[in-house]
């Protein structure tokens, strides 16, 4: 069985700041990645996802993240935090020939003026 | 175009009643998904439809939780009886295909509370 652990429910970050958030899988086989974001209200949306290409991602708003096999990790960065950035992010996974979604617990991420 | 769309927001029940959770995908994807957080928890995976076909319903708690999509358009999720752990958020998502790369879009989600 596949699962995600995401460290850290709770992250704070100064504005300007470094942004990075955890994320480790466990799979038998090499799965697709996803990072989703939550904004107060609001559905999921998607960030970006890891489809066996290239293995750094770029995604929406700045993000990004490089899907390590050796370490079996999906770590989400950004350069530079912005206010806009505070909400609930979330790591999943979903395997080559499954469709469902796993998800990892979710980082809150709160960001400092 | 508009996103996925569901009903109600909120809902506050009662212990034993039913409720009916509903759900309106993206226009033309076959693909229809209910997920459910429970309590701060990781968001767990209810179950799958294709069309109007139940492709994996593996996530489904128990048999209180029936979900139908009859004519493969909406969806909707009933609780019957609810009990107090059947508290949480429930999202549905939609695709156009099955194929894993296909982005999953979610709705906004419904807040149930069981009293």
């Known amino acids: 069985a596949q699962s995600v652990t995401q460290l850290g429910s709770h992250v704070s970050v100064s504005e300007g700041a470094l942004v990075l958030l955890r994320c480790n899988y466990s799979?038998?086989?090499?799965?697709?990645l996803f990072w989703y974001v939550q904004y107060p209200n609001q559905g999921l949306q998607l960030l970006l996802k890891?489809?066996?290409?290239?293995?750094l991602v770029k995604g929406i708003n700045g993000f990004e993240a490089e899907f390590k096999k050796s370490e079996t990790s999906f770590h989400l960065t950004k350069p530079s935090a912005h206010m806009s950035d505070a909400a609930e992010y979330f790591c999943?996974?979903?395997?080559?020939?499954?469709?469902?979604?796993?998800f990892g617990g979710g980082t809150r991420v709160l960001v400092k003026p | 175009e508009a996103g996925v769309t569901q009903f109600p927001s909120h809902s506050v029940i009662e212990k034993g009643q039913t409720v009916t959770l509903r759900c309106d995908p993206i226009?033309?994807?076959?693909?229809l998904y209910w997920y459910r957080r429970v309590m701060g928890k990781e968001i767990k995976f209810l179950l799958h439809f294709v069309k109007e076909s139940k492709q994996d319903e593996s996530g489904m708690p128990n048999n209180r939780f029936l979900a139908e999509r009859t004519g493969g358009t909406y969806s909707t999720l009933k609780v019957q009886p609810a009990e107090l752990e059947d508290s949480g958020v429930y999202f549905c998502a939609s695709s156009q295909e099955g194929n894993p790369t296909y982005e999953q879009y979610f709705g906004p989600g419904t807040r149930l509370t069981v009293t």
């Open positions: 226009s033309g994807h076959d693909n």
């Open positions: 999943a996974v979903r395997k080559a020939a499954g469709n469902k979604l796993t």
């Open positions: 890891y489809t066996s290409a290239a293995t």
């Open positions: 799979s038998s086989v090499p799965p697709y």
